[in-house]
């Protein structure tokens, strides 16, 4: 009877998902795709920055018009950790090692910029297993977002600089984050993902990051969105400093992954924002400092 009971209101919200699509989700829709190319034709040179530049704009504002930001700054919780059982002490050069010189992420020729951070694990043997805790180590969502794109096919071969990554919007700032260098990825674009939420493994993939001379890491880039949807890199050491560690990844809902590609926008906030955030798994969260560093 509970069966019943239960799949007759699957199938009252599954019309109701199917009743008014958003045109971003729907079947068919090639949302997460076009990102994913445009990633491509960014790396591959295929696109002139200007016109990578325009696609990405639009892509964005589809993005904030389906999913305003509208958590007030004071609301928004800090950041998990984005590496399981780590902290800021594993952050290189003590937050130093985020510089923008002429950072232009729509030109692949445009080099000399780190407007990220690194975040090491103890390997010295290279083989991406933490030598101290004898295991491969999780990276999670620092926050609620949505998976945007990801590369798992890189290889040895492959000449370029991210290896294997994940984009993930983020609901709650506004912005992308951008993961990069794991040796295995376990989300897909799509993905609702909160923080914590596991999104693969700590890896040496990418073209610099496979060489000897490099400590394996993850690559952490966080990206705002200006008024015109172009991307500003932003320094969030603070954040990190106010990041809370977790001991065990989760893993990322597949059902809301599957409501949320198909369902309205209305449909979606019901089930996702609301329920994400009436019914928060941390939420021993000090507010987010909004500090410059
Ligand atoms: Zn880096």
Redesign the pocket.
């Known amino acids: 009877m509970t069966k019943l009971i239960l799949s007759v209101i699957f199938s009252v919200f599954t019309l109701k998902a199917d009743a008014s699509i958003n045109p971003l989700f729907g079947p068919g829709n090639d949302f997460f795709e076009r990102y994913k190319e445009l990633l491509v034709d960014i790396r591959t040179q295929r696109l002139t920055p200007e016109a990578a530049k325009a696609e990405f704009q639009d892509i964005m504002r589809l993005l904030r018009e389906n999913y305003p930001n509208h958590i007030p700054e004071t609301e928004i919780d800090n950041i998990v950790f984005p590496l399981v059982g780590s902290n800021l002490n594993a952050v ?1 050069g003590y937050g130093r ?1 985020f510089y923008v010189r002429n950072f232009n992420l729509f030109d692949y020729s445009v080099n000399g910029s ?1 407007p ?3 975040i090491f694990i103890y390997d010295p043997n290279q083989d991406c297993i933490d030598d101290r805790k004898n295991e491969f180590i999780d990276i999670v969502s620092v926050g609620h977002g949505v998976v945007l794109a990801t590369e798992k096919a890189w290889s040895d071969t492959s000449s370029y600089r991210g290896g294997n990554y994940v984009w993930v919007y983020d609901f709650e700032r506004g912005g992308l984050w951008y993961y ?2 794991h040796r295995k990825v376990v989300v897909e674009p799509g993905d609702i993902v909160k923080p914590g939420d596991k999104l693969g493994e700590v890896g040496r993939t990418g073209f ?2 496979k060489q000897p001379r490099s400590d394996t ?1 993850l ?3 966080y990206l705002a969105l200006d008024e015109e949807f172009t991307p500003v890199p932003k320094n969030f050491y603070s954040w990190l400093q106010n990041a809370k560690t977790i001991s065990k990844s989760n893993s990322a809902d597949q059902d809301e992954f599957r409501i949320f590609k198909a369902g309205s926008y209305e449909f979606l906030k019901a089930i996702t924002f609301d329920k994400i955030y009436s019914s928060r798994k941390i939420k021993a969260f000090k507010p987010l400092k909004m500090k410059k560093v």
């Open positions: 290189g090692g780190h990220a951070h690194d990069a260098h610099n990051a890491h690559h952490l880039m």
